[in-house]
């Protein structure tokens, strides 16, 4: 596998082409730009995991809230 200069996208090392942009991988590419690119590609995944973990945070608390509201409701009731 390898980094798309393209796009940043993991394809796979025979395909001379990306077949998500159609970037070509027939020149060579320096080192150092595909570390960047990796870099590059880690940051994002990272931002990605961390919004996730916080949407499902704000999920967890409204879901805290209604199960303290329905618990209130239950012994009100009892």
């Not at 996208?9 to 150092?32: A, H, M, N, Q, T």
């Not at 209130?72 to 009731?77: K, V």
């Amino acid at each position: 596998m390898c980094i798309c200069g393209g796009c940043g996208k993991l394809i796979d090392r025979k395909f001379y082409y990306c077949p998500w942009c159609g970037y070509s991988r027939v020149e060579k590419e320096k080192e150092e730009s595909a570390e960047l690119r990796y870099a590059k590609f880690k940051e994002k995944q990272f931002e990605k995991r961390y919004n996730q973990i916080e949407k499902m945070e704000e999920q967890l608390d409204s879901l805290e809230q209604e199960l303290s509201i329905l618990v209130l409701s239950a012994e009100m009731h009892k």
